[in-house]
């Protein structure tokens, strides 16, 4: 759609899908995966800039990825004929040649695919009333492309968390994890096979541009201890809700200090072991106790210090852990509540937002996946029931206030 409205003339950058015969034509403005894209045609101002047909179909040539094959148009048999004998390796192009030609009559935007030589129907697309239609009248695109989200832990819990947020229109993402994603991470977590071995930041990266490639995502792989205090809070703002989602409180307790600062709302998410429940907590710069003061009253609560506990469970531990980490599905569960709690928090000053779980849910919520203690042990015992998510629980200032 951008393309149409400039008038544009030039390359064009994306892939083509064989077996649908689909052109999917990229902005060029944008970081593209080079494994992914390439060049596929160019846009010429009228057809009488185009070189002679037996000129283009004498250039044409599309290398199947399965082998050294080249596919030819049907208008140049007499090549496909030579290409077809033994030939060095040379002899095939490496550099992308256009195989989709397009130009301006008059108003009109024309393509045609050189394969066939027959004119191509055009589906014109732009990112706010296509990638994010569906979320008008609920989410406003122009409003979500302002907000910033900065992850703490890209595992199971981080990684669903931004792409989610990716989905409901949030522009500006912060990864930070030191973690390398590996073979046993992928049946809890959003990334696949093809991403074991990089940095989970990176790997998330790619699928957060994959919904949005407009989005600004900055990648920090370490720490959040670690990450220089002037990162933080040039990219932060009120706008920014922190998400905290590693395995650890440490990094929760410490972002939750720098959301204070900057004044922006925080979050911590985590899953009890086997995800049989996990535990939401939330807070707003002011106005209501904080993370500390969470950590000080559960930790001073006798007799119901393991029920308030978040319980964690590294890969290098699970030899010395009774029970496992849960599955995606449970564990999923937990942080589409969160989610649904972060786009109210991003929305607390939006009048034309209608508020889903703020107004009912306290600042500590536990959910329930089973109450079945052949899952959760005895802890199961506190919910009443599977799938209950609990709306009374209420977090008290600690004595240093």
């Not at 003061?293 to 559960?298: G, H, L, N, S």
Request: charged fraction near 20%; charge should be negative; glycine fraction near 6%.
């Amino acid at each position: 759609m951008d393309m149409f409205k400039c008038h544009y003339t030039g390359k064009l950058v994306g892939y083509y899908v064989e077996n649908t015969n689909f052109y999917n034509v990229m902005p060029n403005d944008i970081a593209y995966d080079n494994n992914k894209c390439r060049e596929i045609g160019i846009i010429y101002s009228t057809s009488h800039d185009i070189p002679d047909w037996k000129e283009i179909s004498s250039k044409v040539l599309w290398l199947n990825d399965k082998s050294n094959e080249v596919l030819l148009g049907s208008a140049i048999d007499k090549i496909r004929g030579a290409l077809n004998r033994d030939i060095e390796q040379e002899a095939i192009p490496t550099a992308p040649i256009p195989s989709l030609v397009g130009f301006w009559k008059e108003d009109k935007l024309v393509f045609i695919s050189l394969f066939d030589f027959t004119e191509c129907e055009q589906e014109q697309y732009s990112l706010k009333l296509d990638v994010f239609s569906r979320n008008t009248g609920i989410l406003e695109s122009d409003i979500m492309m302002s907000k910033k989200a900065l992850l703490i832990g890209c595992g199971s819990v981080g990684s669903l968390a931004a792409l989610e947020l990716a989905k409901a229109g949030v522009g500006h993402f912060m990864l930070v994890d030191n973690d390398i994603f590996g073979y046993h991470n992928i049946c809890r977590h959003q990334c696949g096979i093809y991403d074991v071995g990089r940095y989970k930041t990176e790997a998330l990266k790619d699928r957060i541009l994959q919904i949005n490639p407009y989005a600004e995502v900055v990648m920090r792989n370490t720490t959040i201890q670690e990450v220089p205090l002037d990162d933080l809070t040039n990219f932060c703002n009120p706008d920014t809700i922190v998400i905290g989602g590693a395995d650890n409180r440490a990094g929760d307790l410490y972002a939750n200090g720098i959301a204070k600062q900057v004044g922006m709302p925080f979050m911590s998410i985590g899953c009890w072991e086997r995800a049989f429940a996990g535990e939401i907590f939330y807070c707003l710069p002011e106005g209501m106790p904080d993370y500390q003061d969470f950590m000080e009253v559960t930790g001073n609560m006798s007799g119901r210090v393991t029920q308030n506990r978040r319980f964690y469970t590294t890969e290098s531990d699970l030899e010395r852990v009774a029970f496992e980490p849960g599955i995606s599905v449970d564990i999923n569960f937990v942080t589409v509540v969160a989610i649904k709690l972060a786009l109210d928090l991003l929305n607390r000053d939006n009048e034309h937002y209608t508020q889903r779980l703020l107004p009912y849910l306290t600042q500590y919520t536990l959910v329930c996946n089973t109450n079945n203690t052949a899952i959760g042990g005895d802890m199961a015992e506190i919910f009443s029931y599977p799938l209950q998510v609990t709306t009374s629980i209420k977090v008290p200032y600690s004595n240093r206030n």
